[in-house]
């Protein structure tokens, strides 16, 4: 059983940048590719970005080219790097789970945190 605290979530004006943090636990982390989704109020969640075991990384046309995940395995730890942030942004942010191959659809992954909310103010 894996369990995903994300952090780093807050409030920031339109262009900044914020670093969002997931620390798993009770897993082996570098068995699984990560993923960030994220849900505004009134939406679907929608996938944000994903690292493979190996490294590799797949973005949504929304966030490609402003936003960068990475893993540290020796931290247990994935962290996705927003710039240029738009106020189209905020949501809810998810970090998620899977064992193996990188998928981009929310029913495909079986390990959840709990949410950190981005705010950004226009």
């Known amino acids: 059983q894996v369990q995903l605290v994300e952090s780093g979530g807050g409030l920031v004006q339109a262009g900044g940048s914020l670093r969002l943090a997931c620390a798993a636990s009770?897993?082996?982390?570098?068995?699984?590719?990560m993923a960030w989704f994220r849900q505004a109020p009134g939406k679907d969640r929608e996938f944000a970005a994903a690292i493979s075991r190996s490294g590799t990384t797949v973005y949504s046309d929304s966030v490609r080219g402003r936003f960068t995940v990475s893993r540290d395995n020796a931290k247990n730890t994935v962290y996705l790097e927003m710039n240029s942030l738009k106020p189209e942004d905020s949501a809810a942010y998810y970090c998620?789970?899977?064992?193996?191959?990188?998928?981009?659809?929310?029913?495909?992954?079986?390990?959840w945190g709990q949410g950190t909310q981005v705010t950004v103010s226009s």
């Open positions: 009770g897993g082996t982390f570098s068995a699984y590719t």
């Open positions: 998620a789970a899977r064992v193996f191959f990188l998928r981009t659809e929310e029913k495909d992954y079986e390990y």
